[in-house]
């Protein structure tokens, strides 16, 4: 990810948001059909967005005795879906049906001349907000979907997937677990007191020392 944030990027101009709650509380749209026992699993999404109308999920069984289904939430910027491995190992060991939920705007979903998630996160604040929004309701679709089987419902969130994992599971869906893994709830506190946060400060000074 460093090489890649050092790399020279086409100016993006700031929009601003309306500054209401977000929209993804409603009741969802029917989802036709659900993940298989095992293999990847593509489906309209909820709340299609320009460029990225579908949902991506890969599905691995349990590999214990079952005890449920767990959806996993990847990080921002998921460079690939082998890097969720060790995950998908421990809860199919622990006994859960896990589907990997593939976010808006990354890997596959990503738009033709754009790296995974890069397009996720911008200066564009409605596109930020539709993002999110998107990955919301996605979750819940999923959770609602693993609540209609026998056994637990678990989401399992890493980083700005355990954000919007923490919101998801304030929607009405059943969610018996909830795993948030460095949840970013306080968005200036990362910037001011991680590593990968004053990282992005430094590059963000030295883009607006450059002219444009």
Sequence with gaps: M???DVRDRPAIAFRPAVGAPLDCWGPLPEVVGAPPA???WVSPSPRPAPGDGTMEVHARPATAPRRGTAVLVPPWKVPRLSTMAGYVRLLAAAGYDTWTLVPPRHLGRAAPGTRSGEAF????????????????LEIRALAALAAGRS???VVLGLSLGALAAALAATGPERVDR????APPADVAAVFRETRIGRRYL?????SKSRPL
Aim: hydrophobic letters at 45%; proline letters at 6%.
């Design 2 to 4: 460093l090489s890649e």
């Design 38 to 40: 095992r293999g990847r």
């Design 151 to 153: 056994g637990e419902t």
């Design 202 to 206: 430094a590059i963000t000074d030295h």
């Design 178 to 181: 909830l795993a948030l893994v």
């Design 121 to 136: 996160l911008s200066p564009d604040l409605p596109e930020v907000r539709a993002a999110v929004e998107q990955l919301v």
